[in-house]
């Protein structure tokens, strides 16, 4: 079985200032591990994805993410925050053993000017 | 390339109706799935259709039920609504299916009278 815990409902960061949203997964076979955001009143986008090719994965907008699996951790970082970064980040995980997608609660990203 | 659409874009039903959503994949995409969104439960998987074939399924009542064409377009019908049926429903679609990248359409709005 899967599971997904994003800590921290609301995160809020000055402009310029370094974003840390946290994820922590649990899976019992080798896991795909994504970031999605959703801007207001749209549908999901793909930020970036884990597929066991590289630990540090570089996605779009320069976010990026590091799996962990000593600590189930897949947190998503980038260096310098910009307004346009608000939105709500979801934190997704999935296996081919497995026929399920579970996605975290969700973090929703304040950007102070 | 055109990206997932979904029709309606918002409905209002009321209680012991049934609605039937639409959603169209990216082109050569052969893989749909359906979420539902809701502030309390967070992003939900429904179901995944691959091939016309359902093929991974969450875990909702059976009133929440799906199909796929052909064509790869899919259909979500919700019998007998309930109150808490109210939500943003989304689809997205992917090359392969769940361990790959979802491609997500605007969702519909459904609210529930």
């Known amino acids: 079985a899967q599971s997904v815990t994003q800590l921290g409902s609301h995160v809020s960061v000055s402009e310029g200032a370094l974003v840390l949203l946290r994820c922590n997964y649990s899976s019992s076979v080798p896991p795909y591990l994504f970031w999605y955001v959703q801007y207001p009143n749209q549908g999901l986008q793909l930020l970036l994805k884990?597929?066991?090719?590289?630990?540090l994965v570089k996605g779009i907008n320069g976010f990026e993410a590091e799996f962990k699996k000593s600590e189930t951790s897949f947190h998503l970082t980038k260096p310098s925050a910009h307004m346009s970064d608000a939105a709500e980040y979801f934190c997704a995980v999935s296996a081919i053993a497995d026929d399920k997608i579970i996605f975290g609660k969700g973090t929703r990203l304040h950007i102070l000017p | 390339k055109a990206g997932v659409t979904q029709t309606p874009r918002y409905l209002i039903k009321t209680r012991g109706q049934q609605v039937t959503l639409s959603c169209s994949p990216i082109s050569g995409h052969r893989s749909v799935s359906w979420y539902q969104q809701t502030p309390g439960q967070g992003l939900q998987f429904l179901f995944e259709?691959?091939?016309?074939?359902?093929?991974n399924k969450g875990n909702f009542p059976g009133r929440f039920s799906g199909r796929q064409f052909s064509n790869s377009r899919s259909e979500m019908n919700v019998s007998t609504l309930e109150l808490g049926d109210s939500a943003l429903y989304l689809c997205a679609s992917s090359l392969q299916g769940l361990t790959d990248t979802q491609y997500f359409g605007p969702g519909t709005r459904l609210t529930v009278l």
């Open positions: 259709y691959f091939s016309e074939t359902q093929r």
């Open positions: 884990y597929t066991s090719a590289a630990t």
